[in-house]
C-alpha cells in the first residue's frame, strides 16, 4: 500500500501504492505523519505515480499533509501524479492548491 524511502529530496520520502480511498486512509494517514515527521529536510516528497484509485478522503489525506508539514515548517510536495490522481484535482479544481498543471480541456 505505502513503501518508505530515503528522505533524500530526489527520492520520495513516501510513495503511495494502490488504493488512495477510503478503504486505504487509516493505513496510509499514519505512514504519511512518519514520513512528514522523519523528513530530515525542509521538504518531504511524495510519490503518486502508483495510485490506482483516489477519492475524497485520499484527497482530504493530501490537504492534511500539506497542514502537517505547514505546522513543522516543512514543505509537502506531491509528484509523479496519476492520471486518477490529476482527474480528482481536476474535478475539484485544486490544481493551483496543490501546484498541479490542470489537465489539457478541463472545463473548470
Known amino acids: 500500500m505505502a513503501e518508505a524511502t530515503s528522505p533524500d ?16 486512509a487509516a493505513d496510509l494517514k499514519p505512514k504519511i505523519i512518519e514520513a512528514i515527521n522523519q523528513g530530515e529536510t525542509d521538504e518531504v ?16 489525506l493530501m490537504v492534511m499533509a500539506m497542514r ?8 509537502v510536495r506531491f509528484t509523479r501524479h496519476s492520471e486518477p490522481v490529476l482527474n480528482l484535482i481536476d474535478l475539484f479544481g ?15
Open 9 to 24: 529530496l530526489a527520492v520520495p520520502a513516501l510513495c503511495i501504492l494502490g488504493d488512495f480511498t477510503i478503504f486505504a
Open 45 to 60: 516528497v511524495i510519490d503518486l505515480a502508483d495510485v490506482s484509485e483516489i477519492d475524497s478522503a485520499g484527497l482530504q
Open 68 to 75: 502537517e508539514g505547514a505546522a513543522q515548517s516543512k514543505n
Open 94 to 108: 485544486l490544481s493551483g492548491f496543490f501546484g498541479t498543471p490542470a489537465l489539457a480541456g478541463s472545463t473548470h
